[in-house]
């Protein structure tokens, strides 16, 4: 059985940063694509941004090109999301998936595509 486990949101003020954590437990972390996504208030899940198996690709949604940089940790079966330059459109429920799937390109941005999810982390960008 796989676990994820977001931590690191909270409340920041636009212009802010923060890092969000993921830690996975259960299988080995470096044969899984991970990804992050998000839902803010009323709106459907969205994609954020992804690394492939190797940390050798990482993508991310337009919107926060050059603001979040999605990496694998130093410690063992963890990754995360630094995110800088925060602003309000940024508020919402952050959310940690991963898969063993393979077939990266074309599909990384699909919820579809993970397996297995976080609880969620609540991220909230004040004006």
């Known amino acids: 059985q796989v676990q994820l486990v977001e931590s690191g949101g909270g409340l920041v003020q636009t212009g802010g940063s923060l890092r969000l954590s993921c830690a996975a437990s259960?299988?080995?972390?470096?044969?899984?694509?991970m990804g992050w996504f998000c839902r803010a208030p009323g709106q459907d899940r969205e994609f954020v941004a992804a690394?492939?198996?190797?940390?050798?690709?990482?993508d991310y949604t337009d919107s926060v090109k050059g603001r979040f940089t999605i990496s694998r940790g130093s410690a063992k079966n963890t990754m995360s999301l630094q995110m800088h330059n925060l602003k309000p459109k940024d508020t919402a429920v952050y959310f940690c998936?991963?898969?063993?799937?393979?077939?990266?390109?074309?599909?990384?941005?699909?919820?579809?595509?993970?397996?297995?999810w976080g609880q969620g982390a609540q991220i909230t960008v004040s004006s």
């Open positions: 998936a991963a898969t063993t799937r393979y077939g990266y390109a074309g599909t990384y941005y699909s919820a579809r595509y993970y397996d297995y």
């Open positions: 690394i492939s198996r190797n940390a050798g690709r990482t």
């Open positions: 259960g299988r080995t972390f470096s044969n899984f694509v």
